[in-house]
């Protein structure tokens, strides 16, 4: 029997088909709902606004490099140093994760990429948008930074599923999951309180 033969004669099944496919986007179900806890007091808008900086630095170092594959191992190592400098408490993360930025962005203007490349451009254009939604939701009081924190996930939400339709800077499967994940996170911010 050869081995199209027996592939042919195998049952569909075509639920494991699309949860295989879709696995950024139950990873993402998922996780919401165990990290979730309402989003409404001032350390979960702080914490949510930390993690917003993550997610454009993530697409700006991923652009930067040139290499969607490290779109999933530069989330972990930002999500690790969130926590342990938060475990530390000897320095803002949000201080860390702006210096950060600050360094891909000289090192792109050095090496030429930020002049030559477009969509290292938008990239770093994301990072000032979304960066300053998450630095203003930290500076002004935790319930109007709710709504911009708000704000920055579900935007970047969007931005997350364009990219994922032009296939460009971030692995898809990454772009798939922050996009769900964003979208869920906005909304527990605006919906629960």
Not at 47 to 76: D, Q, T
Request: contains cysteine; positive net charge.
């Amino acid at each position: 029997m050869s081995a199209h033969t027996s592939a042919a004669t195998q049952p569909r099944r075509p639920k494991i088909d699309v949860l295989k496919r879709r696995w950024p986007t139950a990873l993402a179900l998922v996780l919401s709902a165990l990290t979730f806890d309402g989003g409404a007091s001032g350390s979960s808008v702080s914490g949510l606004a930390e993690a917003l900086l993550l997610l454009p630095l993530g697409y700006l170092i991923v652009a930067k490099l040139e290499r969607p594959r490290a779109s999933w191992p530069v989330l972990v190592c930002g999500l690790i140093a969130i926590i342990v400098l938060r475990l530390l408490d000897v320095i803002a993360p949000a201080a860390v994760l702006v210096s950060i930025a600050m360094i891909v962005l000289v090192w792109a203007a050095v090496d030429r990429q930020l002049q030559r490349s477009a969509l290292f451009q938008v990239q770093a254009l994301g990072m000032f948008g979304f960066g300053a939604l998450a630095l203003c939701g930290l500076a002004v009081d935790p319930e109007f930074g709710r709504y911009l924190v708000a704000a920055g996930w579900f935007l970047h939400g969007l931005w997350d599923f364009v990219h994922l339709q032009v296939n460009k800077v971030v692995a898809r499967s990454y772009a798939e999951w922050c996009g769900v994940i964003d979208i869920l996170i906005a909304g527990q911010l605006l919906l629960i309180q």
